[in-house]
């Protein structure tokens, strides 16, 4: 019967302490996301970006969540930009239950320099722990196969292939919730060390 509870279900929902630790863990998320934003406003500030029209340099947007596929999730928008048809926006979310991921997310103007530049500059980004989507839209957050395609030095012909077909890209990079930079406080640096690490397709 639908409205029958397993013992499990039951169990949980008599759980005081998980919803509280909760509670806690999302309120350090968006203490740590603050913190990320102003370690990439210190980035930001001394990179010149190849921006579209309209960019709002100081444009920012953080949003907390319950439901992304059925998960809690915080995020940072910064740069941020989202007009029409075009976007050029860095993004540190946390995913309950996944990881927390970085990725620059290009769409619409400028999409064919862009391409270039991570051809003419493969080596550059090769081999940093980045990975370039191969989800069929922007709003795909799962690693591995059939979703993201790591960026090493041996695949830079198959990078090629793959951009070829794409009107957006997305490179990610991810970071476990067993890595010990959780632990330590240093998602803010991880966050910038990223948007650091695509500077390549961004400048000059």
Not at 9 to 35: C, N, S, Y
Not at 61 to 88: C, I, R, W
Not at 110 to 124: A, E, P, T, V
Not at 160 to 184: G, H, N, Y
Request: proline content about 5%; some cysteine.
């Amino acid at each position: 019967m639908p409205s029958q509870f397993t013992n499990e279900e039951a169990a949980l929902m008599a759980d005081q302490h998980f919803f509280r630790a909760k509670a806690k863990i999302m309120v350090k998320m968006r203490h740590v996301l603050g913190a990320t934003h102003a370690a990439l406003q210190e980035e930001t500030g001394s990179a010149s970006l190849l921006t579209p029209q309209n960019f709002d340099p100081a444009s920012c947007h953080f949003v907390k969540g319950e439901h992304l596929e059925s998960f809690p999730y915080q995020y940072l928008d910064f740069p941020k930009h989202f007009h029409d048809s075009n976007a050029f926006t860095f993004r540190t979310l946390f995913w309950w239950g996944h990881h927390v991921v970085c990725a620059l997310m290009l769409e619409g103007e400028g999409i064919k320099q862009h391409k270039m530049r991570i051809l003419d500059r493969f080596h550059q980004l090769a081999g940093q722990g980045l990975e370039l989507s191969l989800a069929p839209s922007l709003w795909e957050w799962k690693r591995g196969e059939g979703y993201t395609l790591p960026m090493t030095h041996d695949r830079k012909a198959q990078i090629a292939a793959v951009l070829t077909e794409r009107s957006f890209l997305k490179i990610v990079r991810f970071l476990p919730f067993t890595d010990p930079r959780i632990l330590s406080g240093h998602v803010p640096e991880f966050s910038r060390e990223t948007f650091h690490a695509l500077l390549p397709i961004m400048t000059r």
